[in-house]
Structure formats: structure tokens, C-alpha cells
């Protein structure tokens, strides 16, 4: 058989490979998160940045501030991160309609109620729910009690500054040190130990 007669052959089987290559990516994606939270660019970066079982952390004395987050929570009052400046903030980027952020929410519940009386306040940013009704939902079925941002076209996410620890995915988790910096990033659902694992650490700091 001529080239000529291989080459449409050829040409169809690497088109094949590459659709079964990007299949296979979309596919990994949706199976460790929900979506992608931004399209500003991600924490590649970071200097200093360490990370360990998928959490990424900066020192004390070499983070970056964290974003002047303000605008109205489920209920429609207003709302701002810098109102807890002084405190731990745990702040939970998450949707109704995602799986993942269903399967840890139990586990921000744990750990929020574990701290409470200590300087440590649990926030979350509700993102691309069309309406409050099912975040709503959401909250009264996991028996979440913080507050959360509604923000349905992720513009409080585009806020946080290319090539710091910015949230990138549905579910995303960003812990804010006392004096309003960004001090880890987690890109995946949490467990309680990993939760515990990625906030004591800066409750502990001084």
C-alpha cells in the first residue's frame, strides 16, 4: 500500500488518540473536584509555598495579603473578611450542585464547632447556585452555621491576586492568618484530619 493510502489511516488514529487523551483528562478533573473556581491564573508562582498531602502553605513573614472580600451573604446582609481580621479565618469556596463540597461539608461542621470560643471563624464563598434557595438547602441539611458570601458568577475569586494561593477549584479552602494574610490553600475535599492539618498550624502561631 502507497503513503499516499496510509496517511488518511494515520491521520484518523492520532486524531482518535488525542480525543481518548482529552477524554480521559476531562474525565480525572471531574472526579477530583467540581469545576474550576477561576481563570485568572493559579499559584505557580507562589514563593515559598510548601506543600504536603495536596495542601500548600506559606510561612509567617511571607505571605500575601488576602483580598478585601465584601458583599452579601445568603440572607442578603452585608458581609466582610475584614471584619475578622484578628481571627483565623477558614474560608470554603463551595456550591449546592457539587458533590465533593457535600462529602466535606460534615467535616467543616466537626472542626467549625471543635473551635468554637477560640479566635477562629469558618466562612464560605457559595458560587455558580442561581439562586440562594438551594445553598440554602445545603446549609440546613450539613447544619452549617458561618455565614457565606453569595457570589454566583465567581467574581469574589477573580479578586484574590494571580500567582498567590488562589482558590482554582469547586471546592477550594484558603485559611487567613490573624493578620489577614493567606497562609495555605487546600485544591480538594478535606477531610476532618486534613482540615485539622491545614488550620492548626496557624491557630498555633503567635
Known amino acids: 500500500m502507497s503513503a499516499a493510502c496510509r496517511a488518511p489511516r494515520t491521520a484518523a488514529t492520532t486524531r482518535r ?27 505557580g508562582n507562589t514563593n515559598f509555598v ?12 511571607e505571605r500575601h495579603d488576602a483580598p478585601d472580600l465584601t458583599g452579601k451573604d445568603l440572607e442578603g446582609k452585608k458581609i466582610k473578611l475584614a471584619d475578622y481580621k484578628g481571627k483565623v479565618v477558614v474560608l470554603n469556596v463551595w456550591g449546592s450542585w457539587c458533590p465533593p463540597c457535600r462529602a466535606e461539608a460534615p467535616n467543616f461542621v466537626k472542626v467549625d464547632k471543635a473551635n468554637e470560643g477560640k479566635d477562629v471563624q469558618f466562612l464560605g464563598i457559595n458560587t455558580r447556585d442561581t439562586s440562594t ?26 479578586q484574590f491576586e494571580k500567582g498567590t ?9 484558603i485559611i487567613v492568618d490573624r493578620d489577614g494574610k493567606i497562609a495555605a490553600r487546600s485544591l480538594k475535599p478535606l477531610s476532618e484530619k ?9 491557630v498555633a502561631e503567635k
Open 194 to 202: 486534613s482540615l485539622r492539618n491545614m488550620l492548626d498550624p496557624v
Open 133 to 158: 434557595s438551594p445553598a440554602k438547602e445545603f446549609e440546613k441539611d450539613f447544619g452549617v452555621t458561618y455565614p457565606s458570601f453569595y457570589d454566583p458568577t465567581g467574581k469574589l475569586l477573580l
Open 17 to 43: 488518540a488525542v480525543e481518548l487523551t482529552v477524554g480521559a483528562a476531562v474525565a480525572a478533573l471531574a472526579l477530583t473536584a467540581c469545576g474550576s473556581g477561576s481563570t485568572d491564573g493559579g499559584g
Open 50 to 61: 510548601t506543600s504536603s498531602g495536596g495542601i500548600s502553605t506559606v510561612k509567617k513573614g
Open 165 to 173: 494561593l488562589n482558590p482554582q477549584a469547586i471546592p477550594s479552602t
